[in-house]
């Protein structure tokens, strides 16, 4: 064989090696760890009445184009998966969109928890997105039964309302109870309710006041309890967090919390 048919074949190797990693470089590429999608928080509950556990939470994407899918991908055990699409939400900040998924309830057992698994899928202009936690997956648990599990698991978020909703006073006035969790980055922190009762010409903070910790997962569980007069028909409200001399806020995606008494 002569030095010149060694180098035609080396040449022709050198070709086919170039176009194979040339197709590997144009097809859509998966990231474990991107800016393209994250967890903003992530809650597992108990529905009442025997409604059984479930998973709700918001996503954050950057709005690379209209067309575009959200999936949670999520398990009980870690061995059956199930996936559920989140809907969108509202714009949050720059080119970005919150989305929010809850998954179908399940039922497991006497003394069961809500065990959850879960991992974000992204999938835009044919490239898909992962936020698995830096691989590890992302995982919440319901508690339950003398166990306080960790229910609440912050993404990118450092502040959300679990839940509000009116009771009523001796007086016959209202009362706003607004459940909220926090990210608990330093001791020393301050939980305020913004509210207006006339489309924001005026406001008014309430300090909420701390209630329970989860050392699992970071997270503390404030309550907020606003006085509201009787005439009174409607009030929207913010939440604030301070901390470290940062503020963050839980106003509904910029839509603050709207209610009709």
Avoid at 76 to 90: F, G, K, L, R
Avoid at 146 to 151: A, D, E, L, R
Avoid at 164 to 182: G, W
Avoid at 244 to 249: A, H, L, P
Wanted: no cysteine.
């Amino acid at each position: 064989m002569t030095k010149t048919t060694n180098k035609r074949r080396i040449t022709a190797i050198a070709i086919v090696l170039t176009l194979i990693l040339s197709m590997f470089a144009m097809m859509p590429t998966a990231s474990a760890v991107t800016n393209e999608v994250s967890l903003i928080y992530a809650e597992a509950l108990h529905r009442n009445a025997g409604g059984g556990y479930y998973l709700r939470g918001y996503v954050e994407v950057e709005n690379l184009a209209l067309n575009k899918t959200v999936t949670i991908h999520y398990s009980n055990d870690d061995i059956t998966w199930y996936e559920v699409d989140a809907t969108y939400t509202a714009p949050t900040y720059g080119n970005k969109e919150a989305w929010y998924f809850e998954t179908a309830p399940y039922d497991p057992g006497y003394r069961g928890t809500g065990n959850y698994y879960f991992a974000i899928e992204y999938v835009v202009n044919g490239v898909t997105y992962w936020d698995n936690n830096g691989g590890n997956d992302y995982y919440a648990n319901s508690g339950g039964y003398g166990s306080q599990g960790t229910p609440v698991v912050f993404g990118t978020g450092k502040v959300f309302v679990r839940d509000a909703y009116f009771a009523a006073r001796e007086n016959d006035d209202n009362r706003l109870v607004a459940q909220i969790y926090v990210k608990n980055i330093a001791y020393n922190k301050v939980v305020n309710v913004r509210y207006s009762t006339d489309d924001w010409a005026t406001y008014t903070d309430v300090p909420a006041a701390y209630n329970l910790s989860n050392y699992a997962s970071d997270a503390e569980l404030w309550i907020a309890d606003v006085d509201i007069p009787s005439y009174l028909d409607e009030i929207s409200f913010a939440v604030s967090y301070t901390v470290n001399g940062e503020t963050y806020w839980d106003n509904n995606f910029g839509q603050n919390y709207n209610f009709v008494i």
